[in-house]
């Protein structure tokens, strides 16, 4: 009965143990979009010739609530990490805003999220990405946006 009991518990910790194939610190990876401005005439990224500055940067959606982005010096990209919440119809507004010429320009984007269920953890990806109001296109998962 002893060899019973010892074999049961043994048979329950490794149950326990070995069930749980996420390992400690498995996250995923957040949504996000990596966006180069370029200039509609020259097509140069603005950045790169000084139309605009990273710190003129804004994004919001359209409830005004920031949207955090990080600006890619050595590539003069922004990428995006757009909200997730909502599976359709999402939109965020690029500000560009440069206070010494006055030069303001916006760009609406909206997209779509699709989330994908991981062992450990949920994916979110930004798909039916458009730019309404520019033209664009899709390079090596780049959206190139003239402004």
Do not use: H, W
Not at 56 to 66: P, T
Not at 109 to 138: F, H, L, R
């Amino acid at each position: 009965m002893k060899k019973y009991i010892g074999f049961l518990v043994l048979a329950i910790a490794f149950l326990n143990v070995s069930c749980d194939k996420c390992m400690e610190g498995d996250k995923a990876e957040p949504a996000s979009l990596f966006v180069d401005l370029l200039d509609e005439t020259t097509l140069e990224n603005v950045f790169v010739n000084e139309t605009f500055t990273a710190q003129q940067i804004s994004i919001k959606d359209l409830e005004d609530k920031l949207i955090p982005f990080v600006f890619v010096s050595n590539m003069s990209l922004i990428r995006i990490f757009p909200d997730t919440q909502n599976p359709l119809e999402n939109t965020f507004i690029i500000t560009l805003n440069n206070d010494i010429t006055d030069v303001v320009k916006e760009i609406t984007i909206t997209y779509d999220v699709e989330a994908i269920g991981q062992e450990c953890y949920t994916t979110y990806k930004t798909e039916n990405v458009q730019v309404p109001n520019n033209a664009s296109e899709v390079i090596d998962g780049i959206y190139r946006i003239k402004i």
